[in-house]
Nanobody
Framework: QVQLVESGGGLVQPGGSLRLSCAAS????????MGWYRQAPGKQRELVAT???????VYADSVKGRFTISRDNARNTVYLQMNSLKPEDTAVYYCNAIVRWTNSYWGQGAQVTVSS
């Protein structure tokens, strides 16, 4: 079993920055992919960015050039640096981990609100 704990959400003005962190704990072996998804009110959960254990990253078009995902494999932690935030980035951000290509785990979510 893997537990994911997110931190770093909050309220920020448009154009500002936030950094999310997600630490994995528990029976950890073979975390293949770690990533971030988000869900805005009334919308489906969508991919924001993912990163493989080899460092290959994928981003949603809407965040390319503004968000950066990074991963510390030794600490089983993934980060999401969010710059130039827009009101449409407001959502609950969820951390996800794929373990041994078969099991998917989710964090509890971190609220990000972009508003003046």
């Amino acid at each position: 079993q893997v537990q994911l704990v997110e931190s770093g959400g909050g309220l920020v003005q448009p154009g500002g920055s936030l950094r999310l962190s997600c630490a994995a704990s528990g029976t950890i072996y073979g975390i293949n992919i770690m990533g971030w998804y988000r869900q805005a009110p009334g919308k489906q959960r969508e991919l924001v960015a993912t990163c493989t254990d080899g460092g290959r990253s994928v981003y949603a078009d809407s965040v390319k050039g503004r968000f950066t995902i990074s991963r510390d494999n030794a600490r089983n932690t993934v980060y999401l640096q969010m710059n130039s935030l827009k009101p449409e980035d407001t959502a609950v951000y969820y951390c996800n981990a794929i373990v041994r290509w078969t099991n998917s785990y989710w964090g509890q979510g971190a609220q990000v609100t972009v508003s003046s």
